[in-house]
């Protein structure tokens, strides 16, 4: 394909990316845990108040960050800026390294750890001395920039770092995190064709792994919906844990393809608003393919005598406010399904 650029237009955009190219004087340097703590209560390190965000870190994103110094894991860089007062100025890393102050303080107990659950209901004057020390001495690895280094490039380079890309959504983490036996189920589940017709996913939705977070969702809520709370996230994490490896296919995949050819028979959409729909909204997905998976386990050869319910208020309430936050609501939601599609059936079964 010609381009339609011109030599002048080339010429030009050339000058600009001359003229406002940022020659940026920078180093890598290493801090062990201890001394870059020790230097922020000092104000050697200090977070400025120009474009910095306050302490914002929720209990569960503290915790996993000490969890991952803890298990060793490699640790993401951080940014400072030398500063002509000869202080740091931290650019990116003003959480972590308030979480840390706040850890060495013993300001932070550990609580819902993943792997290092021994140590939940510990704060860091509790740990044994070596690994006190193994903590201490762990380093983090800082980009510093010069002290040439003018507020506006430190402020662009904060914004840049907190808005560049996409950030990885749960579905995307937890493909990455529980790769094993299940994790490969749910992804066979996805390409299943029934699924594929009557549960339609935005290519966009497809490439961030929406499809699989629907059939993770069907089996963590029919098998365990009762047991769920308010964190739809830790819930989903805790059902892959406890079923990776020890699940019957063959009946996870039958459940799962039964109620899949009884949706395409009796639900005229599917799971869709409308026929013409090009996505699937994950609370009316919830509803039905659940209602329906625990319908088929009290009657398998359940026949609906109506489906009018479908286009009523009650069902539209369910399947149109956000129940991902309330066990009440999710169960109100599949136990609506389940219980229009007996009640239907048991009214045939009179006449």
């Known amino acids: 394909m010609a381009s339609s650029v011109t030599p002048e237009q080339r010429l030009s955009a050339e000058n600009q990316i001359k003229s406002l190219r940022k020659e940026i004087d920078y180093d890598t340097r290493d801090y ?20 910095q965000r306050q302490y914002i870190w929720e209990d569960s994103h503290k ?8 298990l060793g894991l490699p640790i993401p860089f951080m940014f400072f800026s030398d500063t002509d007062d000869g202080r740091c100025e931290i650019i990116d890393g003003a ?28 704060a860091y004057s509790d740990l044994p001395e070596y690994y006190q020390r193994k903590f201490n001495k762990t380093t983090m690895r800082i980009i510093v920039l010069s002290d040439e280094t003018t507020i506006e490039i430190r402020q662009e380079i904060f914004n840049r770092i907190n808005t560049t890309g996409v950030r990885a959504n749960p579905s995307e ?21 029934t699924f594929i017709r009557v549960c339609p996913v935005s290519p966009t939705s497809k490439k961030r792994y929406d499809n699989l977070e629907l059939v993770l969702r069907f089996f963590a809520f029919l098998n365990s919906y009762k047991d769920f709370n308010h964190r739809v996230d830790e819930f989903l994490d805790n059902y892959i844990e406890k079923t990776q490896t020890s699940f019957d296919k063959a009946a996870f995949k039958q459940e799962f393809e039964n109620m899949l050819a009884f949706v395409d028979k009796y639900f005229e959409n599917g799971f869709r608003k ?60 599949v136990e609506y399904v389940r219980d229009m599609l007996l009640a239907g059936e048991e009214n045939a079964s009179d006449n």
């Open 274 to 333: 409308t026929k013409t729909s090009k996505s699937t909204p994950r609370v009316r997905f919830e509803a039905i393919a659940v209602g329906v998976g625990l319908a088929l386990r009290e009657k398998p050869d359940l026949i609906p005598h109506s489906m009018e319910w479908i286009n009523s208020d009650d069902f539209k309430t369910h399947t149109t406010t956000h129940a991902s936050n309330s066990q009440a609501r999710v169960s109100g939601q």
């Open 95 to 122: 959480q972590r390294t308030q979480t840390l102050e706040e850890f060495m303080s013993d300001d932070l107990t550990l609580s819902n750890l993943k792997k290092l659950t021994q140590l939940n209901g510990f």
């Open 173 to 193: 983490v937890r493909r990455g995190s529980y790769a094993g036996p299940f994790m490969d189920f749910l992804k066979e589940c996805t390409e299943n064709s």
């Open 32 to 51: 062990a845990i201890d001394f870059l703590v020790q230097q922020y209560r000092e104000n050697e390190f200090y977070i400025p108040d120009e474009y």
């Open 63 to 70: 915790n996993r960050f000490i969890e991952s110094i803890l």
